[in-house]
C-alpha cells in the first residue's frame, strides 16, 4: 500500500514562530487532506488540496502531486495551533480510503 | 450545518466484554466510514459503507468486529468480545458521494479503554 511520511516528527516552537510542516508520499494520489488534531481528539479540517495552492488566515498548504509532496506552513504560531497535524491520501485508483501519515506533534509555547 | 456525531464519548469494559458505538453522518452524506486510532499512530480505515453498502471492510477483523448501516444513515459499530488490543479511538467520517473522492469530516470520536 501507499506509504505517507510526515518530517519532522516533533516540533517546539515559541509564540510568534513560523513553521513548516512536510508531507511524503509513495504513489499518485487524488485526494490529499491536512487535519489539526487538538488536545481532545477532534480532527479538525484545515485544507483538502489534491494539487496547487491554498491559503486560510495564518495557514497555507501547497502539494506537487508530480513530485508526491505536500507542504503546510503556519505563521505567526499561537499555543492554540498546538497538537498533531496529520497529512492524510488516497491513492488514486482506490476508493476513498484515507490513508494517514505518521503525524508532527507541534507544540507552541510561550 | 451539524457535524458527524458519535456517542458515547467514553466507554470502559472489561476484556471479552461487548460493545457498540453510534455514529449519524454530516446530512447529505451517502459514504460513512469508520477509523480505528491506537495511541501515537494516525486513524486507519476499518470499514467504508456508501448507502447501506459495504464498499471496503479488508481491514475489518471480522472475528470480532461488525458495523451495519441498515437504512443508510446512522451506523453502528460493535465489538464482540472485546480484547486488551482493542482499547483507541473509534471515529466516524462521512463524505459525499460521487465521481469523488470528497473531502472527509469526522467526528469526535469513541474514547475506548478496554481492562
Known amino acids: 500500500g501507499i506509504q505517507v511520511e510526515q518530517s519532522p516528527p516533533d516540533l517546539i516552537l515559541q509564540e510568534g514562530a513560523n513553521s513548516t510542516l512536510r508531507c511524503n508520499f509513495s504513489?499518485?494520489?487524488?485526494?490529499l487532506q491536512w487535519f489539526h488534531q487538538n488536545p481532545w481528539g477532534q480532527l479538525i479540517n484545515l485544507f483538502y488540496?489534491?494539487?496547487g495552492t491554498k491559503q486560510n488566515g495564518r495557514l497555507s498548504a501547497t502539494t506537487v502531486a508530480t513530485e508526491r509532496y505536500s507542504l503546510l506552513y503556519i505563521s505567526s504560531s499561537q499555543t492554540t495551533d498546538s497538537g498533531v497535524y496529520f497529512c492524510?491520501?488516497?491513492?488514486?485508483?482506490?476508493?476513498?480510503?484515507?490513508?494517514f501519515g505518521t503525524g508532527t506533534r507541534l507544540q507552541v509555547t510561550l | 450545518e451539524a457535524g458527524v456525531a458519535q456517542s458515547p464519548r467514553y466507554k470502559i469494559i472489561e476484556k471479552r466484554q461487548s460493545v457498540a458505538f453510534w455514529c449519524n453522518p454530516i446530512?447529505?452524506?451517502?459514504?460513512l466510514y469508520w477509523y480505528q486510532q491506537i495511541l501515537g499512530q494516525g486513524p486507519k480505515l476499518l470499514i467504508q459503507?456508501?448507502?447501506?453498502?459495504?464498499?471496503?471492510d479488508s481491514q475489518l477483523p471480522k472475528d470480532r468486529f461488525s458495523a451495519e448501516r441498515l437504512k443508510g444513515v446512522d451506523s453502528t459499530l460493535k465489538i464482540q468480545p472485546a480484547k486488551l488490543e482493542d482499547s483507541a479511538v473509534y471515529l466516524c467520517?462521512?463524505?459525499?458521494?460521487?465521481?469523488?473522492?470528497?473531502?472527509?469530516?469526522f467526528g469526535p470520536g469513541t474514547r475506548l479503554t478496554v481492562t
Open positions: 467520517a462521512s463524505s459525499l458521494t460521487g465521481t469523488g473522492p470528497y473531502e472527509q469530516y
Open positions: 504513489d499518485s494520489v487524488n485526494n
Open positions: 488540496i489534491p494539487s
Open positions: 492524510a491520501v488516497v491513492m488514486t485508483g482506490t476508493a476513498s480510503k484515507l490513508t
Open positions: 446530512s447529505g452524506h451517502a459514504t
Open positions: 459503507f456508501q448507502n447501506n453498502g459495504v464498499v471496503d
